[in-house]
């Protein structure tokens, strides 16, 4: 079956920087969207961002922009999320996930997307 396998969490002071990755298995990776989600202790899952098919688009929550940056590589399977100038709020585990379509404007929604990681842990300290 489809396997989405997040890296890269760890334990970073503020302002740090971190990368994230998701190696796709069993999936024609170039054919989905890759996503980014996070979920905050006590708190509903919130989108971080997407990119399109081959990465000519990326879309980005309001509170990130500016700081995070998604890539991706189609011939290695992987998509990453560039994390700089990280904060205390920015604490959550972080998930990829790959959507066949989202449209232009449903991209933050879960329910768009068919596959989930099981997520990788970033902790930022103050």
């Known amino acids: 079956q489809v396997q989405l396998v997040e890296s890269g969490g760890g334990l970073v002071q503020a302002g740090g920087s971190l990368r994230l990755s998701c190696v796709a298995s069993?999936?024609?990776?170039?054919?989905?969207?890759m996503g980014w989600f996070r979920q905050a202790p006590g708190k509903e899952r919130e989108a971080v961002g997407r990119?399109?098919?081959?990465?000519?688009?990326?879309n980005y929550a309001d509170s990130v922009r500016g700081r995070f940056t998604i890539s991706r590589d189609n011939a290695k399977n992987t998509v990453y999320l560039q994390m700089n100038s990280l904060k205390p709020e920015d604490t959550a585990v972080y998930y990829c996930?790959?959507?066949?379509?989202?449209?232009?404007?449903?991209?933050?929604?879960?329910?768009?997307?068919?596959?989930w990681g099981q997520g990788t842990q970033v902790t930022v300290s103050s």
């Open positions: 069993r999936l024609s990776f170039s054919t989905y969207i």
């Open positions: 996930a790959a959507a066949k379509y989202t449209g232009p404007y449903g991209w933050s929604s879960s329910t768009f997307y068919d596959y």
């Open positions: 990119i399109t098919y081959s990465g000519g688009t990326t």
